[in-house]
């Protein structure tokens, strides 16, 4: 894959991701360099202001998602998604490990067109590069509203290392992390 200088140069910039469940992928993206705030939440379904429980059922047509605010000048959009890649199976069609079902689909909800170029000219190096043995199924497209979830899934990693899923899901996310992306990492996690 080619080196890419940030896209942004100034301010705060968001970006909206889906993964699987959505406490998979704020506690390892929430720990990089950059990365001001992950808030978990809801996006590109037909109800308006989804519960979990309308998640839950997977007729919502929503994602769990995560908004991510970063600083380009420390992280670029490009890098955030490919630690995204990695701490995902993105050849998964509605499904991460066990969970199942469209809410757990891979997807990349883009803010602008520049978004939206990196992430398919990424998707095609990895494509290209034969990282996985099957298609990338990642959805990439504009965002829609994204519907914060309810305050308890909020840094549900932190507030709850010891809950079982945690322990077996998303404790190896953040240890594959470390391992993979030390260098990105804010200092001390």
Avoid at 78 to 88: D, E, M, S, V
Wanted: with cysteine.
């Amino acid at each position: 894959m080619s080196e890419q200088a940030p896209v942004f140069t100034s301010g705060p910039a968001v970006a909206t991701l889906g993964g699987g469940c959505f406490w998979c992928t704020e506690a390892p993206l929430s720990k990089l360099k950059g990365v001001s705030q992950v808030v978990s939440g809801y996006a590109g379904g037909h109800l308006e202001n989804p519960t979990y429980e309308d998640i839950c059922t997977g007729t919502s047509g929503h994602a769990e998602v995560i908004q991510v605010t970063f600083d380009p000048a420390v992280i670029d959009y490009r890098t955030l998604l490919i630690t995204l890649f990695a701490i995902h199976d993105p050849t998964t069609l509605n499904r991460q490990g066990n969970d199942r079902g469209t809410q757990y689909r891979s997807v990349i909800f883009t803010h602008d067109e520049t978004q939206a170029q990196i992430a398919r000219q990424l998707i095609a190096e990895l494509e290209a590069a034969h990282v996985w043995d099957d298609p990338i199924v990642t959805e990439v497209s504009p965002v829609p509203k994204f519907w914060p979830a309810e305050a308890y899934h909020q840094d549900y990693f932190t507030n709850n290392p010891f809950q079982p899923y945690c322990m077996a899901v998303v404790g190896p996310k953040v240890q594959k992390m470390r391992e993979k992306f030390g260098n990105l990492l804010k200092p001390g996690v």
